[in-house]
């Protein structure tokens, strides 16, 4: 996967995002370890981003547009890993 067509700005949105957490439709939560490379983090029709509070479901449908996102399956999109990220 080429990802050279991401900026520095696409990134730290990512970045921000391996923060959040997902409440899923059996409302559990799951939340990713904040730096960790971002693989598995969706934003997916009626899941709420919650953990930071200034994100809502309007943030989600923006990223979706975001050609720092591709997507997953119906009506999912899922990040892609961050090329920056440093262990």
Same mark, same amino acid.
């Given at each position: $996967?080429? =990802?050279?067509?991401? @900026?520095?700005? &696409?990134? +730290? %949105? %990512? &970045?921000?995002? @391996?923060? *959040?957490? $997902?409440? /899923?439709?059996?409302?559990?939560? @799951?939340? #990713?370890? %904040?730096?960790? +490379?971002? &693989?598995?983090?969706? *934003?997916? #029709?009626?899941?709420? +981003?919650?953990? $930071?509070?200034?994100? &809502?479901?309007?943030?989600?449908? =923006?990223?979706?547009? !975001?050609? !720092?996102?591709?997507?997953? /399956? %119906? /009506?999912?999109?899922? =990040? ?8």
């Amino acid at each position: $996967m080429d =990802l050279s067509h991401l @900026t520095d700005e &696409d990134m +730290l %949105i %990512i &970045d921000m995002y @391996t923060a *959040c957490e $997902m409440k /899923g439709p059996d409302n559990t939560y @799951t939340e #990713p370890n %904040i730096m960790r +490379l971002v &693989d598995e983090l969706y *934003c997916c #029709p009626g899941y709420t +981003l919650s953990k $930071m509070k200034e994100f &809502d479901k309007s943030v989600c449908q =923006l990223l979706s547009q !975001s050609k !720092s996102f591709q997507a997953c /399956g %119906i /009506g999912a999109w899922k =990040l892609v890993p961050n090329v920056n990220y440093k262990k």
